[in-house]
């Protein structure tokens, strides 16, 4: 369990924290991989979350998944891009949270993932938190802890041998 002065900290910054969902490069479940495949070159996004019309949250898309459909035996080729979709290669098992999740479960969450897909209680995607956000959320407690709260040291216990 988090401090409730470090948490409360962290709640003052956190308006910082989600990316909001129409700020987030994002791809359609029926997309063609050449879609897919320019818009990660172009944002250079690691990973970018993968849509249906109605903005549900379905899988999340790397460029490997796209690069490993064009790799043959002995060449590249960009003809599988033409006859597969996003929804052919993405990933379906992923972490997400829910809008309403506690800040225990982000950061235990964003330790493995450099992001977070936040979805509403109806799989909505919302937008993500990343690890980045987080840590300078993080620094901003580390340099301004002592300025909100009277830190007080607890002795050091010492260890009796026998």
């Known amino acids: 369990m988090i401090a409730k002065s470090i948490e409360e900290m962290l709640m003052a910054k956190q308006s910082g924290f989600l990316i909001p969902g129409d700020k987030v490069a ?4 029926d997309n063609p991989l ?23 949250l379905l899988g999340l898309l790397t460029m490997p998944m796209i690069t490993d459909t064009m790799i043959e035996l002995d060449d590249l080729s960009f003809e599988p891009l033409q006859k597969l979709t996003v929804k052919d ?24 993932n450099p992001f977070i897909p936040v979805v509403d209680d109806d799989h909505v995607f919302c937008g993500i938190l990343t690890r980045r956000e987080m840590m300078k959320a ?4 580390a340099h301004n802890i002592e300025n909100e709260y009277d830190i007080i040291e607890k002795p050091h216990q010492i260890a009796k041998h026998a």
Request: hydrophobic share 45%; glycine share 2%; aromatic share 10%.
């Open 26 to 29: 994002s791809v359609q479940e």
């Open 34 to 56: 050449t879609h897919a495949f320019l818009l990660l070159t172009k944002v250079r996004y690691s990973k970018i979350p993968v849509l249906d019309g109605q903005s549900h």
């Open 89 to 112: 290669v993405m990933q379906t098992e992923f972490d997400t949270i829910k809008t309403s999740a506690d800040m225990d479960l982000a950061l235990h969450l964003l330790v493995d």
């Open 138 to 141: 993080f620094n901003y407690v």
